[in-house]
C-alpha cells in the first residue's frame, strides 16, 4: 500500500495569512504514461463530507476559491491556502488514486490563530 | 446536478447485519466507479473499496476485506455496502463517492454521498 503522510498534524495561522500543508507518498503516484500525478486534495468540515478541492496535484476544481492551489510531483506535494479566510477552517486530506488501494493521508487540522 | 443520496443512520448491536445503499443521479451511473469510505469518529478517511457498475467488478482493501461485501444494481443506479457481523469498531461514518473510470483509464473521485452514520451499541 501506498502510505501518505500529511504535516503538520494542525496549523494555526491568522486570517489573510499563508496555510502550507505538505503531503508526502511513500512511492511515486506519478504516472509517465499520461505525465500526471495523480494526488488529491479534499477539504473537509464537520458534519460534512469532504469536497474535491484539487484534482491532479495541481487542477484547481471548478467553484473552488483561487486562493487554494496545489503543487508538487512524484512524492512531494503542498496545498497552499494564500489568505486564509475564516471559512478555510477545516481538516485537509491528501488522496492518492494511482494504485490500489486507495489512500489518505491522516489530515491536517487548519485553524485561525 | 450530480448527487449520491445514501440511506439513514442505523442503530445495531454487535453481532447483527447491516447494508447501507447509494443511489447515484445526474449522470451515468454506469460510467463511475463507486467507492466507500469509512471516517470512525474523530478520524481520518480509510478507503474500503470500489465497484465498477457495469460488470460489479470489485476491489477490496486487505483491510477491510472479508468483513465487507460491496454491490451494485445499475438497473437501479445504486451501489451497496454490507457489513457483517458487527462490532463496536464498526461505529462510523461511511461515504459513497463516484469516480470516472474505465478500461483506458480513471480519474479522480469528485461527488460524494452524505454519509451514512451506523452505530453498534449494546
Known amino acids: 500500500d501506498i502510505v501518505m503522510t500529511q504535516s503538520p498534524d494542525s496549523l494555526a495561522v491568522s486570517l489573510g495569512g499563508r496555510a502550507t500543508v505538505d503531503c508526502r507518498s511513500s512511492q511515486t503516484v506519478f504516472n509517465s504514461s499520461n505525465n500526471k500525478n495523480y494526488l488529491a486534495w479534499y477539504q473537509q468540515k464537520p458534519r460534512q463530507p469532504p469536497r474535491l478541492l484539487i484534482s491532479w496535484a495541481s487542477t484547481r476544481e471548478s467553484g473552488v476559491p483561487d486562493r487554494f492551489s496545489g503543487s508538487g510531483s512524484g512524492t512531494d506535494f503542498t496545498l497552499t491556502i494564500s489568505s486564509l479566510q475564516a471559512e478555510d477552517v477545516a481538516v485537509y486530506y491528501c488522496?492518492?488514486?494511482?494504485?490500489?488501494?486507495?489512500?489518505f493521508g491522516q489530515g491536517t487540522k487548519v485553524e485561525i490563530k | 446536478e450530480v448527487q449520491l443520496v445514501q440511506s439513514g443512520a442505523e442503530v445495531k448491536k454487535p453481532g447483527e447485519s447491516l447494508t447501507i445503499s447509494c443511489q447515484g443521479s445526474g449522470y451515468r451511473f454506469n460510467n463511475y466507479w463507486i467507492l466507500w469510505v469509512r471516517q470512525m469518529p474523530g478520524k481520518g478517511l480509510e478507503w474500503m473499496g470500489r465497484?465498477?457498475?457495469?460488470?460489479?467488478?470489485?476491489n477490496y482493501s486487505p483491510s477491510f476485506q472479508g468483513h465487507v461485501t460491496i454491490s451494485a444494481d445499475k438497473s437501479i443506479s445504486t451501489a451497496y455496502l454490507h457489513l457483517s457481523r458487527l462490532k463496536a469498531s464498526d461505529t462510523a461514518i461511511y461515504y459513497c463517492?463516484?469516480?470516472?473510470?474505465?478500461?483506458?483509464?480513471?480519474?479522480?473521485?469528485?461527488?460524494w454521498g452524505q454519509g451514512t452514520l451506523v452505530t453498534v451499541s449494546t
Open positions: 463517492a463516484r469516480q470516472w473510470g474505465d478500461s483506458e483509464g480513471w480519474g479522480v473521485p469528485d461527488n
Open positions: 488522496h492518492q488514486y494511482h494504485s490500489l488501494p486507495q489512500t
Open positions: 465497484i465498477d457498475p457495469i460488470d460489479s467488478y470489485i
